[in-house]
């Protein structure tokens, strides 16, 4: 029998919104959401869904969701991890639990949102007081670039506890991969760079001064964005990129 957390979000479907989700998210051939299919739920509803079905659903409807063919079924069993997971402070056992789901299932967090919306949360959080080879590991050799981008963005919430070291040694990682580098990469590590610059100002343009000629352009323009107009124009006429 279907579980709530199903049955809720399937009730919402929408079929006016399914084609603007998929051009939004880059479905048709030889896009990096090829293949993907959507029920035309809007992500503010799918997050009532969760908030109302969380404490209600097990790692068994979790494995059914995650493995959905509809995109927005995955993203409801990746919030709901996250739910669970936060609200297991006191349970370590818990947590453990949350984060081997997520690392066994990446497979499935196969879109730029799925990753942004579980990855900082669930293993950024996990990692505050342990060892973070993981991350290097993913972004060094994640199979594929969703791996990849959760080991750059995980680290946000390493920069919102104060610590940026781990964000730039893997902004280094996807500065040595072979060229072109993703899109989709290189738009994450250059908002990372953006957030870690937020918390350090200097930093970042110390990071970037001998970095910039090897970076790519996106990255590079993603990185300042919020400098001052001035100090952005001048980073780009003085550092100018042959990428």
């Not at 006016?16 to 993907?36: I, N, T």
């Not at 209600?56 to 409801?76: Q, V």
Request: net charge neutral; charged share 30%; hydrophobic share 40%.
């Amino acid at each position: 029998m279907p579980h709530l957390l199903l049955e809720r979000m399937v009730a919402h479907t929408d079929p006016a919104q399914v084609d603007g989700l998929s051009r939004f998210f880059k479905c048709g051939p030889g896009q990096y959401g090829e293949g993907d299919r959507f029920l035309g739920i809007k992500v503010p509803v799918t997050r009532e869904v969760v908030k109302a079905s969380w404490a209600s659903t097990t790692f068994d409807d979790l494995e059914e969701c995650i493995s959905s063919d509809f995109h927005e079924i995955r993203l409801a069993a990746l919030l709901t991890l996250v739910e669970i997971f936060r609200h297991a402070r006191k349970d370590p056992e818990t947590r453990r639990r949350c984060i081997d789901f997520y690392l066994s299932h990446t497979e499935y967090v196969n879109n730029w949102d799925l990753v942004d919306l579980s990855c900082y949360p669930l293993l950024g959080e996990w990692l505050k007081d342990k060892d973070r080879t993981l991350l290097y590991d993913l972004a060094r050799s994640g199979k594929t670039i969703w791996e990849q981008r959760i080991g750059i963005v995980s680290t946000m919430q390493l920069i919102r506890a104060g610590e940026l070291d781990d964000t730039y040694a893997i902004a280094d990682i996807f500065l040595a991969k072979p060229k072109p580098l993703h899109d989709l990469l290189q738009k994450a590590v250059g908002w990372l760079l953006r957030e870690a610059g937020k918390r350090d100002t200097g930093r970042l343009k110390a990071w970037l001064a001998p970095r910039v000629c090897s970076m790519p352009r996106t990255m590079l323009r993603y990185a300042i964005e919020k400098f001052p107009e001035d100090e952005r124009r001048a980073f780009l006429m003085k550092y100018r990129c042959d990428y």
